[in-house]
């Protein structure tokens, strides 16, 4: 393909080049203007003034909207087009979120204003709250985890601190081969050794191999379900039971809900502990990286153990019980400021609300219904590890390009200039290339229909040997490809103004 | 449904391009017994005007502090965001992007997030800093983490001025890891020295400036301290505007900081999301936890950004990682951004000068009513108050007479008696004079 035109500003039409602020920045200019303070007598900052200036670049108004406005047109998000990102549902974000979010009497809450001028806030946490019981069929949900991985923590938590009131500590968690990089690394800030287990030959936990692991040392198995390969564990009461005679705990890692919300409530598989990720199955936006909000449910052996502060039903209205002794049970503490993410239970709500319970359980039928549309589209042109069908996201691996010369990640960066987001690559870790795609139900069959047409023409180029198209990929975006390795290698982490020698 | 775009006749023929009868065949692996045959109990859907309505409702039930004057803080600000903040944030391009994992489509984010991480290294005064995390209690217990792998040592001391929160989420932590946490008595008076319980065993000491009484300190000669045993000085910060005025604790000796952003771009939101600010010395980068943005450049030598040094995380390190967090503070951190590129360097340490005289006025009008002292010496925008009632209840008839007049420490505290009587109370620049006399008259009348 020809080398990109040049023109004197290295802007091409609508793809314009941004600089940073800080090359853009005079002194004296601000985008703010300030009421004057009338003089107050002297400061009280005790001799600790700032001594020198601070080096941050002055613009105004226009200037930041244009900069920001530019910057976001190099950004694909789900507004953008389709997102199939596996094991993230990149499902559409609805408005109506934003907008009941930023209601004065929601976002301008202060966190320690008195309790009786918050009963509304208090109501939608708790609405919220009771929302996610129902759906999960479980009796205690703890709202303030910050994210899925906080969850995930805050479930372990819960579960050796249940385990320590019994007088059984023990030093192990299981976590499958397939599991997400959070899960053992939070059983690690648990404070806990974490011991791997493979995979059966059908992408599931192996039994046996599962049996001969769980011993009076272990507190508990992580599992995903439906798992990172977008199958649902068969054997998971089996599992449960197995976890239970062994005398651990079994956590569930929920960022998979997406599949089953609706039509299968964890609570009835015999799951003792599960986080939800608020921005994923509940279409809070994910916001180029967060934030997110990751309620844990917990089984009624785990609820007394549920960390501060959490809602309860006080006598005239709501009570927010923020320290020990104020409620029951023995909390095992505080896991985040103030009283968790309620700006994206607003918008959890909003979005439960809109869809109920019938349209929730449509929810998953249709994600279900999307991935195994892609499955069956796909499935003679890429190559899928195992048998399906799938839950609501379908895993590829990279056999389809054996001796083609293309990898997966070079698949990933064609589908880029055919206007897709790619698939979760890589992950999960059993499989060689892995392609993890996850429709959503919140898009159409046209779309659909598109990306299959697409994707199996890739796939035929690939086949036929042009390399280089791969290799070269993506050509038609604000960057191309970057050097990973130049970055890791010299970390530049920051701008610094030129004269600066200071090295990185 | 709004939100779905199947409709019956797509359902069908996908199900036929598929071969199968009904979507009951995908869950056929789930057992049989936990397949619901019927919605759960919970209400139907509903239109987009009928939730309004249940917002509105709720909304209505709480007295909002953009009504009322207020004077809230204990490490959640309320400041004014321009216009342009949210209304940027809320670009689809921003909203509805992922974490940048391919980079060449998400230019966007990641200047973004270069751009923050220094605008977050030159507030501080430190080298760098990362992408964000959850918020400022938890980028205090990951600051404290780090320091404990980085000199390998198990003990910990908390400074009585540090945020209760953030000691309580720190000691949570701690005690799940087998760390020696020591946390000082609350320092209402701003006059310990939480140096003495520094010594050779110790990892780093915790310290909040202006602490969350309010007193401004000189980190100096605690960052020798600390020095001097072989520990770290971690520097708090739960409001960021201070630093426009305040020195910055890297110019002050510290070497991790960790903050809390909100004050910046974000609203109060009850608490929540927030941001976490996270800042260190060059020698801890490897230790650090957490998103890292860095400068490169494409096949074509164009520059560019990508996530990088991202072996300390979770999803190439799994156990062996810096930290467990995935998920940050992105749009928040994006917030926080554009605010602070909005006041650039005149805004900035103008609208400090603005808080932090709108807090002297207060204090020395407050401290002219009989009985009410101002404990503090010193204070940025944020001060306490002895009171001859105990704080809260004085709180609570403030609010119904239509004043937020601050947060009572008993609040954070309960089971202090020492602290019945405090009451801490912020100024920032939403504080008019009018609202300042209004309160004054308001607190006159209450005692
Ligand atoms: C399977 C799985 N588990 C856990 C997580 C972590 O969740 P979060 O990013 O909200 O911390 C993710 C998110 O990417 C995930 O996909």
Redesign the pocket.
Known sequence: MAAPETTFTGNRGLQLEEPLIFDQGRPGRSGVDLPAAAAAAGDRLGGLERQGAIGLPGLSEPQTVRHYLRLGQKNYGIDSGFFPLG??TMKHNPRQGEKLARLSGLASLHPLQPQSTVQGALELIDSCAHWLKVLTGMPAIVMSPA??????LVGLMAIRSALEARGDARRRVLVPES??G??PASARACGYAVESVAANGRGRIDMDVLKEKLGSDVAAIML?NPN?CGLFETDIIDIAQAVHDAGAFFYC?G??FNAIVGRVRPGDLGIDCM?L?L??TFSTPHGGG?P?S?PVALAESLAPFAPLPYVAHGADGFLLVEHEGQGGGKPLGRVKGFHGQFGMFARALAYMMSMGSDGLRQVAEDAVLNANYLLAGLKDSLSPPFEGPCMHEVLFDDRFLAGTGVTTLDFAKAMIDEGFHPMTIYFPLVVHGAMLMEPTETESKETLDQFIDALKGLAERARKGDVAYFQGAPRLTPRRRLDETLAARQPVLRWRPAGDKTVE | MRYLPLTDDDRRRMLAAIGVESVDDFFRDVPESARLKEPVDLPRHSSEMEVERVFTRMAAKNLSPDTVPSFLGAGAYRHHVPAAVDHLIQRGEFLTAYTPYQPEISQGTLQCMFEFQTQVALITGMDVANASMYDGATACSEAVMMATRINNRAKVVLSGGLHPHYRDVTATMGRFLGLDIVAAAPDWQGKENPARLVDGETACLVVQNPGFFGHLRDLRPLADACHGKGALLVAVVTEPLSLGIVESPGAMGADIVAGEGQSLGNALNFGGPTVGLLAVRQKYLRQIPGRLVGQTVDTDGRRGYVLTLSTREQHIRREKATS????NSGLCALAFSIHLTLLGEQGFVSLARLNHARAVTLADKLAALKGVEVINETFFNEFTLSLPKPAAAVAEALAGMGVFGGVPASRLDPERSELEPLLLVAATETASPADIDGYVGALRQVL
């Open positions: 094991s993230c994210a899925g991985a906080q969850g995930e599991a997400h959070t899960n995903t990172t890692d960022a998979n986080h990720n921005h994923k967060g997110g990751g | 467990n967090i995935c998920t």
